[in-house]
């Protein structure tokens, strides 16, 4: 089995800032990209930012300058840290991963259950 476990998430006034959290756990030969996801009510999940194995970064438009992104290859980790958030950041966000589970397998998509953010106005 494997898990992707988020952390980070919560209530915040508009300016303010979060940092999210994401560790992979389980059988895992290599990580390809990971990132985070969001889904507010009413809208489709969205991209909001990835990171390659390599260290490459891509963000949304609505959050480059705001927010970045980073992992930790050895904890297996991958960061979002959040600032200047407005009340349009507010969604249920979800880390993603890219990984193969052995030398042989081909890489698959895995998904967080998901951490609110809330920012208020």
């Known amino acids: 089995q494997v898990h992707l476990v988020e952390s980070g998430g919560g209530l915040v006034q508009a300016g303010g800032s979060l940092r999210l959290s994401c560790a992979a756990s389980?059988?895992?030969?290599?990580?390809?990209?990971m990132g985070w996801y969001r889904q507010a009510p009413g809208k489709q999940r969205e991209l909001v930012a990835a990171v390659t194995s390599g260290g490459s970064t891509n963000y949304a438009d609505s959050v480059k300058g705001r927010f970045t992104i980073s992992r930790d290859n050895a904890k297996k980790s991958v960061y979002l840290q959040m600032n200047s958030l407005e009340p349009e950041d507010t969604a249920v966000y979800y880390c993603?991963?890219?990984?193969?589970?052995?030398?042989?397998?081909?890489?698959?998509?895995?998904w967080g259950q998901g951490t609110q953010v809330t920012v208020s106005s």
């Open positions: 389980g059988v895992i030969f290599s990580i390809n990209a």
């Open positions: 993603n991963a890219e990984l193969k589970r052995s030398r042989f397998s081909d890489y698959v998509a895995y």
